[in-house]
């Protein structure tokens, strides 16, 4: 396991290990832009160690993580393919063990220790970043989920969006792993709650935690930041879940054929794998 870094610190396109066979060929990369992205650049890019790893590694760690296993090196073969019976998805993770998921596990990857020798701040930046992403899901699906004000329990499952989101993975990889995640037992895509919750902790993490990240990371209270608020309310996000389902599933049961096809076309789906995509649908669906 490990990452080809080459001298601009990013990942060769052909070192890429994908979550997809080798016989799918891969999906074209959409670009997105949505507005003031330069205002995230500090959380989302500079300190985001998140975007040096690949998506293959960070699900493969994310899976055999405990804390007794915290510090024993993954030695066992990569797994390609996930769904939603796996029962790592259940397992409960609290915000220490996430901050020693990132240090042990994601920080120990070869090339990740090379980037941390030259880059100690970026390191220590990202870990406070990642907190604070954790602390702003678990604040805003506490009040999805949890009438009575209890503290949400985080899973490993909420976890997965932000390695599809950030991590480094062909297009055709980030698909399949959705597509496996959430199939039924025929092996076909629908509506699902389980669906629904990986929707909107996708949209919270690419709105209000990153704006929390940000405002947590220079304290700043600035026009952008009363703006950037506006679009990331979690009315916004809920919304945003309502409109993907009605536009996603223009039948009930999707198959692999079918769904993939939705991440071809442009003005399709592709903008829910990166966090530039999905704002910018928050700023256009904004409620």
């Known amino acids: 396991m490990g990452l080809d870094l080459c001298c601009e610190k990013k990942i060769a396109k052909n070192s890429y290990k994908s979550l997809a066979p080798s016989n799918e060929p891969d999906i074209s990369e959409q670009k997105y832009v949505s507005e003031k992205d330069d205002y995230y650049e500090v959380v989302e890019k500079t300190n985001n ?85 954790f602390e702003g899901l678990q604040l805003k699906l506490g009040q999805t989920y949890n009438n009575n004000n209890e503290r949400y329990i985080m899973t490993k499952k909420i976890l997965i969006p932000l390695g599809v989101i950030f991590c480094v993975s062909k297009v055709i990889g980030k698909v399949k792993l959705i597509f496996d995640l959430f199939k039924n037992e025929a092996n076909k895509f629908t509506k699902s709650e389980e669906l629904n919750l990986y929707l909107i902790t996708s949209f919270i993490t690419c709105s209000y935690c990153l704006v929390n990240a940000k405002y947590q990371f220079d304290r700043k209270k600035t026009d952008d930041l009363k703006d950037r608020l506006n679009v990331s309310e979690l009315k916004d996000s809920k919304n945003l879940v309502k409109v993907f389902n009605e536009k996603f599933f223009d039948k009930e049961e999707l198959s692999w054929e079918e769904f993939k096809e939705k991440f071809k076309k442009d003005g399709g789906f592709q903008w829910l794998l990166s966090a530039k995509g999905i704002r910018k649908l928050l700023e256009e669906n904004n409620v």
Do not use: P
Request: charged share 25%; no cysteine.
């Open 49 to 133: 160690v998140l975007t040096y790893i690949q998506l293959i590694d960070y699900m493969n760690l994310l899976e055999n993580f405990t804390l007794e296993t915290a510090t024993v090196q993954f030695a066992g073969k990569l797994k390609t393919q996930f769904s939603r019976k796996d029962a790592f998805l259940s397992q409960e993770i609290n915000i220490d063990e996430f901050q020693s998921f990132i240090e042990n596990k994601l920080y120990q990857i070869n090339e990740i220790k090379d980037l941390k020798g030259n880059n100690e701040t970026m390191m220590t930046n990202f870990k406070q970043i990642a907190r604070n992403i």
